[in-house]
């Protein structure tokens, strides 16, 4: 059985984790200033804000070495609304860098929690953009998303966590002026 850990327990932590538990997964659950002595997941997904990343890859970084670690944040300055300004090109690639021995996946950014929590938007599968340099890793994670029922999609390389970082951002803007509703998002059509 896949396990996947989950640090953060908001409202993507809780998503995520109802997203792994329709794609049969077990999930072990890290809340804030929880102390970890085993990180059980082959997946490990950072449910934290941006700014949190940096500690908990310090921290974990030997336990983390070999998994998979999925970064799903936006880094935003919430009090002008921007991106922030990241030299290694986006959040995920800074977290490789930091994480040299794991597999950094970028998903989830570009979808709200509602719409990860139910698997739908509007009348389809919530579609999962995941992006990353390892193949393997990538696939675990598109196969957890796509067990679940929603749909997960290769975005490319983890360079296009920038695109994605950046349409994360472009689609809180829009729901915030109420251009998209929270329980909205993007979808392919075919
Ligand atoms: N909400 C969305 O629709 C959405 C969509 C796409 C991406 N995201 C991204 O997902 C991430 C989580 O967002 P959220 O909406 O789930 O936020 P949230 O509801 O505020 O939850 C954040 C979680 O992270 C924990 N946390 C905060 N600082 C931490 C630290 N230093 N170390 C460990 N845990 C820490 C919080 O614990 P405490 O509450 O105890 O502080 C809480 O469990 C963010 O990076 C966000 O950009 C969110």
Redesign the pocket.
Known sequence: MTIITI?????????IAALAGRASAQVQS?????AVRKIAGDIVV????????V??ADQYRDQLAGKTVV??????DFATFSPLSIPAGS?AQELAQSLPNSRVVKA?????????ATGTVGNGPTLVLIAGDNAEAKTAVIDMVTRSGALGVDAGPLTRAHQLEGL?LLQ?GLAASGGLP?TGGLTLAT
């Open positions: 640090f953060g327990t908001g409202k993507m932590g809780a998503a890290i809340s804030h200033r929880e950072l449910a934290v804000p941006y700014p949190a990343l500690g908990i970064d799903i944040t936006n880094p935003v959040a989830f950014n570009t979808n709200f929690a509602g719409t990860v994360g809180m929270w």
